[in-house]
């Protein structure tokens, strides 16, 4: 809380304008108050309204121990509607540690845990909180240690040694999410780069430029966004059919940049493939145009 004497020289009632400090410590300090109630009291619409606001500041909850992640992710039944658009908007909190040097990790792994919940919707829900939380995470911090020395998933009980005397252990399950865990995370290709190797474009006589030129390909890509109106991460596909000559050669664009230009206009995205189909084995295109060696690598790196 900011204390009261900060402000006593000043008239609190007179407020000049939006830039004023006074203003934004009230003001930030309703938004925080805002966006922890409705993650305790569950109000997905509250929270999301509040992350929605330009300039938010947040002030940590409990004497400024807790992120609002923090808070969102012990829920128990858990929120998956509340944790994930927290994900999105508040990345920088994924890694953050409370007074005990805990991340949400530990406190996801430790909800779930202790809840037990049986096969079902419920599980479904931790099991997504936890999996969305790590696949925001790098695969290294997994295992992270809070200031004693203990990992997120210390509570569970060891994989060949069932100590919780539950009939289904829940260990299985919730180590099981990070076992399955897709092994792609980040861009599959930098923006920047075309790959490994710059492909140099055929002389514009030769019958490989005619071939590119006239050929078309398909580039594409599937990746994860934010849905603003459901609330939810959603699978996207992004699709493009340029020609041969302009996803390889041609200097101002490549497929990175048909991909980035076509791809919708959205907050957070997360991919998860890539892929280049040129069709340089299709029959039809080879035999008229006789495309040389160069396209069936290029296909093969793709
Ligand atoms: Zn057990």
Redesign the pocket.
């Known amino acids: 809380m900011t204390p009261v004497s900060t402000f006593r020289h000043r008239r609190l009632a007179v407020i000049p304008d939006a830039d004023d400090y006074i203003y934004h410590a009230i003001r930030s300090r309703i938004q925080s108050t805002l966006l922890f109630q409705g993650i305790y009291l569950r109000n997905a619409d509250l929270v999301f309204t509040i992350l929605g606001c330009p300039n938010l500041t947040i002030i940590w909850d409990l004497e400024g121990h807790l992120t609002p992640l923090h808070a969102a992710v012990q829920l128990r039944p858990p929120n998956e509607q509340i944790v994930t658009p927290l994900i999105n908007q508040r990345q920088d909190d994924i890694m953050q540690r409370d007074d005990e040097g805990r991340v949400p990790l530990h406190h996801a792994i430790e909800a779930a845990w202790k809840t037990k919940p049986p096969e079902g919707e419920v599980r479904s829900e931790f099991a997504n909180v936890i999996r969305y939380l790590m696949r925001n995470m790098q695969r290294t911090d997994f295992d992270i240690k809070d200031d004693s020395g203990r990992s997120p998933w210390y509570l569970l009980?060891d994989p060949s040694n069932?100590?919780?005397?539950?009939p289904e252990?829940?260990?299985s399950w919730i180590r099981e999410l990070r076992d399955t865990l897709e092994p792609i995370r980040g861009p599959a290709l930098d923006e920047n780069s075309e790959g490994p190797s710059e492909p140099v474009a055929p002389p514009e006589d030769s019958a490989q430029y005619r071939a590119c030129v006239t050929t078309d390909g398909t580039v594409g890509e599937f990746y994860h966004a934010y849905d603003e109106r459901s609330r939810r991460v959603q699978e996207r596909i992004n699709l493009k059919t340029p020609s041969i000559y302009r996803m390889m050669y041609d200097p101002r664009y490549g497929c990175a940049k048909i991909l980035q230009f076509s791809r919708r206009r959205e907050g957070s995205q997360d991919f998860r493939c890539r892929w280049i189909h040129i069709p340089a084995n299709n029959v039809r295109a080879t035999s008229r145009h006789e495309p040389t060696e160069r396209l069936t690598e290029s296909r093969n790196n793709g």
């Open positions: 009980c069932c100590t919780c005397g539950y252990c829940a260990a």
